[in-house]
């Protein structure tokens, strides 16, 4: 697609579940990113993955968190035993980084997966 | 250490008024400096940048921006604004271009504007 693809736009859990969120970047971008978005909060950055070095997961809060990319496109977030606090837009963004030049710097975002954990 | 301060988390101005957003960052090494732009349901989009030449910078949508070493700021600007421009306003700072994983980000700025 154009642009990046996000899924799904909202998703409602109850508490202790298990939740997948996906994202879909645009071609061709090596970077992407996850962010979670809370009212009041800012962005919060969760993991990166550049290419096929390894991704740094410095941002995750908590070992329930994880992140996967598959053949360097499609990404998804998993969210274990989901808590009440885990509630947020959680925004993936991909940037077309040029290794040893730096690229743009610009980020292309989605639109947000909103999760509800009730 | 890298921060972002935006002034004001809620800013309301008139349709056709001057808009200005402040944003003042911390950085120990020259910035690069972003302003995004999120409009309701919808994920963020790069208004303007600043890297290196220039220090004033145009965005989209008629905005703009100005580097100012000195006070460490980067605010950004629009001469009249538009019913349109209500969104939610982010300022960021990396310490070097396309490394974008270091992108530090202020909380935001809430932008209505009033008929």
């Known amino acids: 697609g154009a642009g990046v693809s996000q899924s799904p736009s909202n998703k409602v859990t109850e508490k202790g579940k298990d939740v997948e969120l996906r994202c879909d970047p645009i071609?061709?971008?090596?970077?992407l990113y996850w962010y979670r978005q809370s009212l009041g909060q800012g962005l919060e950055f969760l993991i990166y993955?550049?290419?096929?070095?390894?991704?740094?997961k410095s941002g995750l809060p908590s070992d329930r968190f994880s992140a996967e990319r598959t053949g360097g496109s499609v990404s998804t977030l998993t969210i274990q035993r989901t808590q009440q606090e885990d509630s947020a837009v959680y925004l993936c963004?991909?940037?077309?980084?040029?290794?040893?030049?730096?690229?743009?710097?610009?980020?292309?975002f989605g639109e947000g997966s909103r999760l509800t954990v009730l | 250490a890298q921060s972002v301060t935006q002034l004001g988390s809620h800013v309301s101005v008139s349709e056709g008024a001057l808009v200005l957003l402040r944003c003042n960052y911390s950085?120990?090494?020259?910035?690069?400096l972003f302003w995004y732009v999120q409009y309701p349901n919808q994920g963020l989009q790069l208004l303007l940048k600043?890297?290196?030449?220039a220090t004033l910078v145009k965005g989209i949508n008629g905005f703009e921006a100005e580097f100012k070493k000195s006070e460490t700021s980067f605010h950004l600007t629009k001469p009249s604004a538009h019913m349109s421009d209500a969104a939610e306003y982010f300022c960021?700072?990396?310490?070097?271009?396309?490394?974008?994983?270091?992108?530090?980000w202020g909380l935001g700025t809430s932008l209505a504007v009033n008929p």
């Open positions: 963004a991909s940037s077309l980084n040029t290794p040893g030049i730096g690229g743009t710097g610009e980020l292309f």
């Open positions: 600043y890297t290196t030449g």
């Open positions: 071609s061709g971008h090596t970077a």
């Open positions: 993955f550049q290419g096929n070095s390894a991704p740094d």
């Open positions: 960021a700072v990396s310490a070097a271009a396309g490394n974008n994983r270091k992108l530090i």
């Open positions: 950085s120990s090494v020259p910035p690069y």
